[in-house]
């Protein structure tokens, strides 16, 4: 789940200005006759130019020359940046599976135990911030698996190939000039600031720009660290919730049941009621329970449709979605939280069946993928990019949708092979 993009973000730069692209087409254009050179050659020589270009931005924002110049070292557009762009967990992967691979019974495991082992520092950081505690544990194990996997692509090199050209130009050059202004200020050195393809850094993944406005120096040793400093980056998250009205002791949302007759045109984040208002509706939360707060303002999320479970959120699940504006994201954040906390799993199956397979069979499955030669890392239970493109390559081999969840289905059929 590294290479969540913060949506949120996106989404208000999605529209490229159709000056900038009709530059670079023109730029394209003019290079392609004027410059008798190989195709590499010529990508590098508009890069270069591409950053002598930006400097004049980037020293109206008060960026040194010395700073502009040690941050580019060396610097080339990545081509894997642009890939991993076109592919876009969120946006493949229907909820059912986006659901089982992101809450895992290891990482609700491993969440329960960093409960423990940092209460302390959590007990701290809720009472400053008033932000729940599950909910940071769950958007770190969410955003780097607590952690381990923080991304190690140089941000400057990442956010200046998508400021240079692709879908998001303008989204990668206000990136970074955010990052830029992150090593002005000495937070931290080019060397040590890593993140994701998409330019998230640090152990919760903020893009520059979050962590120009909502980072802060928990630890008090004149840094925002967000990358080594645990402390710093928890609570940095807890700041941004809080910024984005997180209510302390309340709930994301709740499950609920529709009644028989519903019109599910009303499942829309736009269409907002009172819980008591929905409940005139018919609608109900799951076990018997009851709604604390009927005055609370909600909105019906289903998303796998009618068939799935379904689910009344509330203004915590729009903070995270501040965080990242993918349901999805908000669900699988809230869902990990509560799980984490010691409650059930949801009480509706999904209509497509999926389930996640368990850590022994996501181990095993590893290790048959291992043993037919993809080189997928570790053997670790873990999910990731490497292990699902090589489920997607066999599913492919086998004749099944290649859609790189790992299914008990195919971990059965590679039994059989082995
Ligand atoms: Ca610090």
């Known amino acids: 789940m590294t290479e969540q993009v913060h949506h949120a973000t996106r989404r208000r730069h999605r529209s490229v200005s159709v ?16 410059t008798p050179m ?48 076109a592919h876009q967990p969120e946006f493949v992967m229907p909820a059912s599976q986006y659901i089982a691979l992101a809450v895992s019974d290891t990482r609700i495991e491993t969440g329960a135990k960093k409960l423990v082992e940092l209460k302390e520092l959590l007990d701290a ?12 544990i769950a958007i770190w194990g969410m955003e780097t698996n607590y952690g381990t996997f923080p991304g190690d692509k140089y941000v400057i090199r990442a956010l200046a190939t998508l400021a240079y050209k692709g879908r998001r130009t303008k989204f990668g050059r206000r990136q970074l000039i955010a990052a830029l202004r992150i090593l002005e200020r000495g937070d931290t050195t080019p060397e040590r600031m890593t993140g994701s393809w998409a330019g998230a850094m640090g152990h919760t993944q ?18 925002r ?73 909600a909105s019906l999320v289903l998303p796998a449709g ?4 379904a689910f009344l959120i509330v203004q915590n699940f729009r903070s995270i979605m501040r ?13 990990l939280s509560d799980r984490i906390r010691g409650y059930p799993a949801f009480a509706r199956e999904w209509p497509d069946g999926v389930r996640p397979l368990d850590s022994d069979q996501r181990r095993e499955l590893q290790k048959l993928l291992l043993a037919r030669g993809f080189a997928i890392g570790d053997i670790d239970g873990v999910i990731g990019s490497k292990t699902r493109e090589a489920v997607s390559t066999v599913q492919k081999e086998k004749g099944l949708k290649a859609d790189g969840f790992p299914s ?6 590679m039994r059989k092979d082995s």
Not at 67 to 74: H, K, S
């Open 225 to 297: 660290d967000i990358w080594d400093t645990l402390p710093d980056a928890l609570a940095s998250t807890a700041n941004y919730l809080k910024r984005s009205k997180w209510q302390m002791g309340q709930t994301w949302g709740y499950e609920v049941v529709l009644p028989k007759r519903f019109n599910t045109r009303q499942a829309s984040l736009r269409t907002v009621k009172t819980i008591g208002q929905w409940r005139k509706l018919g609608i109900k939360r799951v076990r018997d329970k009851e709604f604390p707060r009927t005055g609370d303002r």
């Open 408 to 413: 008990l289905k195919l971990l059965q059929a």
């Open 125 to 136: 950081i809720e009472k400053r911030y008033s932000v729940d505690r599950h909910v940071l």
């Open 19 to 34: 000056l900038i692209l009709l530059g670079l087409i023109a730029a394209c254009l003019i290079g392609a006759t004027a």
């Open 38 to 85: 190989g195709p590499a050659q010529a990508a590098d020589a508009k890069f270069k130019k591409f950053v002598d270009g930006f400097w004049p931005r980037a020293r109206k924002a008060g960026i040194s020359r010395k700073t502009y110049v040690r941050a580019f070292e060396g610097v080339e557009p990545d081509p894997e940046v642009w890939k991993k762009d």
């Open 306 to 309: 009618s068939k799935g479970p």
């Open 323 to 335: 965080y990242n504006a993918a349901t999805k994201y908000a669900l699988a954040v809230g869902y």
């Open 206 to 223: 903020f893009i520059p720009t979050t962590y120009l406005g909502n980072a802060v120096d928990y630890d008090g040793d004149g840094k």
